[in-house]
């Protein structure tokens, strides 16, 4: 951990922020729509207003921040105070400044934080405007830099009257002293209205140098209609004789000395001095004010980028909606693999795509309709007065087949497919939140059917994401617990019967529910965080089991099946690689098995590491082939060894003409592409020789041997209980 730089005016920036009087660590209430409205604006979990001590930190504001270590020397917003522009870590994991920093790796669990100092008029950093997520954010757009500094006017404008608050209470001279360096207009008067200080903010705002204004009547800022009113105002507080702070907070209309009128609001305060009561005055140009909240109420309610609504104003605006009792329908879209998109063509073709869709989607809506982008590539759509299944379903197509047209993009066709999950209001929900959240189990039931795949919610997708999330946690333990084991099913040579290979098949020792099958929990943990790990277990404990029985004398190739995850996580090659060296296994002796859906999904991201492999020696086989729908194609382009038909057409070939003819013309094209062949699900002598007729050149399925532990698959390997063409 780097502990953050020495401040060359350490001294100085102390002295500063002890005029704000916070330095018991007492919360300032008035910073809070500032951190409120950075979490909406960057849709991000957490924001905070962090002051500087000497030694520790403490917040002024906070909005989603747990405890923390308050330590100035852990703090990330001690190194902010350092810069003069927004500092922003992507990924703290990979940042050596702060990988090992307890605020990483303890509860706190920050993985992005972005942070803007907050100086005081005299230019020394008192503290920072911080947002911070638990996950890492690789962008941070300029516009988004800009923004974040935006806010931190605001906050600087607030700390500015809270400075302005603590002088009234340490005399006249102390508050002129401060108000002298103030970039608010502050005037200074005596209780007879008489000027008595005026600043260079005053000066600007009202045209009155320092000389025209003092000794004059304060009333002079004010048209005649608004003097009687402001004078009994002081006269109150003169007569009641008690000092006060802001206690005649009034919005009035300025006039300049040009004759000009403006919306200002006047906050006095006061001290008693020499027996009289004095004044101190902040006054604030309403209008500046008015566009400042104008601005930032576009920016935490609109994406700067489509200039679409943002998914606060979609949730808001979805509520509003059904205040009202109207039916509505909700879309919420996703584009597909557009992670893929920024790495391959640049964040700049992102974004000119993320407006182009923002676009189109504007132009096939009505014009009561609403479209939003709630969050990086996924879009809202609020179908108002739309409460049945047709109509919503007939719009969501609508937008599927506006966003199926090409792009084009400097002379480029670009083409983008989506996945698109419909909610009806009041059919399935009368509440905003849970109609969005409904809208998003279809969106991934609509992901899991394919591109540009339309899914409308039902009841069974809240169940089946229940399950979904109990077996999240389970399977967190099953790996923490060690509960995954490998079954090895043998692949049999069927012109001698000869084991000639393994496939490796993973079950679970579930502690209530016993040994559990592939089929129970693969479809969980293939979209499980947990996948790619899960994954590399497979493969080194394959391996090395490989290598155990290569040792024994047993050349036996070793079946591994891949998760899609394990391409995604961009390091499958090395990782087989280490795997064959630490257990010195030969490459020829493993072979990896895919499955047509993981190439359809990520086309781009399998080929290469395959191709790296195949090259390597490691064999590649096709599992399932032949249910797919894009087979005969991907023959030609992947560097496959094998082929394992599919036990759904093995099962009925000897009473199925279909699927004798299928077999038949499947062993016989992988022959002509000089592919071996394993037939999956054999499980009679009769299936056995009708493969072997054909020139199938191996087996597997229950006729040779159920799923077994090592330690029984080596009587298997040794001769002992080797099977004899019976059905196992």
């Known amino acids: 951990m780097r ?25 300032l209430p008035s910073l809070d729509s500032v951190v409120r409205i950075a979490a909406q604006m960057f849709d991000i979990p957490a924001a905070a207003v962090n002051m500087i001590g000497s030694d520790t930190v403490f917040l002024a504001a906070n909005h989603g921040v747990g405890d923390f270590d308050n330590s100035r020397d852990v703090s990330f917003c001690a190194h902010a105070i350092t810069q003069d522009d927004v500092l922003v870590v992507p990924d703290t994991h990979l940042d050596e400044r702060f990988h090992d920093n307890p605020l990483v790796t303890g509860p706190a669990n920050i993985r992005f934080y972005a942070g803007v100092p907050l100086r005081s008029p005299d230019g020394h950093a008192i503290g920072v405007l911080c947002v911070i997520d638990g996950k890492p954010r690789q962008a941070f757009r ?14 600087v404008d607030k700390l500015e009257l809270r400075r302005l608050e603590v002088a009234t209470g340490q005399g006249k001279s102390d508050f002129q002293k401060i108000a002298v360096s103030s970039p608010n207009a502050i005037v200074c008067f005596d209780q007879d209205l008489k000027i008595t200080a005026w600043n260079r903010a005053a000066t600007l705002m009202f045209g009155y140098s320092e000389n025209e204004a003092v000794d004059r009547q304060v009333e002079m800022l004010m048209p005649e ?20 702070v802001n206690s005649a907070v009034k919005e009035v209309t300025g006039l300049r000395q040009d004759g000009t009128r403006f919306p200002i609001e006047f906050s006095p305060s006061c001290w008693e001095e020499g027996g009289r009561l004095h004044f101190g005055a902040i006054l604030l140009d309403v209008t500046e004010r008015r566009q400042q909240a104008e601005a930032l109420m576009r920016i935490a309610h609109f994406d700067d980028l489509t200039g679409l609504s943002n998914r606060t104003a979609f949730v808001e605006a979805l509520a509003d909606h059904l205040k009202a009792n109207r039916p509505a329908s909700v879309l919420v879209i996703d584009i597909d693999g557009f992670k893929d998109i920024n790495d391959t063509l640049g964040y700049g073709i992102g974004d000119a795509i993320l407006q182009e869709v923002g676009e189109r989607l504007k132009t096939v809506l009505r014009a009561c309709d609403l479209v939003s982008r709630i969050s990086g590539d996924t879009f809202g759509v609020l179908l108002s007065g739309v409460g049945d299944v047709f109509s919503a379903t007939s719009g969501a197509n609508d937008v599927m087949a506006a966003l199926a047209r090409p792009i084009i993009l400097d002379g480029n066709e670009i083409r983008i497919t989506a996945g698109c999950g419909v909610a009806i209001c009041p059919s399935h929900s009368t509440d905003p939140d849970e109609l969005m959240a ?13 591109h540009g795949a339309v899914s409308v919610f039902v009841t069974a997708m809240r169940m089946a994401a229940q399950a979904r999330r109990m077996y999240d946690v389970e399977l967190h333990r099953a790996v ?49 965080p947990l996948a790619a790990s899960v994954g590399t277990w497979v493969l080194d404990t394959a391996c090395a089991q490989a290598a155990v029985w290569q040792r024994q004398g047993h050349q036996i190739r070793m079946g591994v099946n891949l998760f899609a995850a394990q391409f995604r996580a961009d390091d499958l090659v090395s990782r087989v690689m280490t795997a064959l060296r630490t257990y010195d296994l030969p490459p020829g002796l493993l072979e990896l098995e895919i499955t047509e859906n993981i190439i359809l999904d990520r086309d781009d991201l399998v080929l290469e590491p395959l191709q790296k492999l195949h090259a390597a020696g490691v064999g590649i086989a096709f599992d399932d082939f032949g249910t797919g729908y894009g087979s005969l194609s991907l023959l030609k382009r992947y560097p496959l060894t094998r082929i394992k038909i599919d036990r759904s057409f093995v099962s009925t070939m000897c009473e199925a003409a279909k699927d004798d003819a299928i077999v038949s013309s499947l062993i016989a094209m992988a022959q002509g592409c000089e592919l071996d062949v394993v037939a999956e699900g054999v499980e009679t002598v009769q299936q056995r020789d009708w493969l072997n007729d054909k020139g199938c050149e191996e087996g597997q399925g229950f006729l040779f041997g159920k799923p077994v532990r090592a330690s029984e698959f080596e009587r298997l390997l040794s001769g002992v209980g080797m099977l004899t063409g019976r059905r196992a």
């Open 3 to 27: 502990c953050p730089s020495q401040i060359r005016d350490e001294n100085q920036r102390i002295h500063a922020l002890n005029q704000y009087g916070l330095k018991d660590g007492s919360p």
């Open 142 to 155: 300029q516009q988004e830099r800009e923004n974040l500094k935006g806010l931190a006017s605001l906050a």
């Open 225 to 244: 209609s608004n003097q009687l009113a402001f004078r009994q105002d002081i006269e109150r507080i003169v007569a009641s004789g008690v000092p006060a």
């Open 438 to 450: 409904n809208a998003d189990l279809a969106l991934f039931e609509a992901k899991k059917s394919g």
């Open 480 to 528: 923490e617990n060690e509960a995954f084991e490998l079954f090895y099913q043998p692949q049999i040579r069927l012109k001698d019967q000869k084991l000639v290979g393994a496939e490796a098949l993973i079950r679970w020792r579930h502690p209530d529910r016993g040994l559990l099958l592939p089929s129970a929990f693969l479809p969980a943990l293939e979209v499980s």
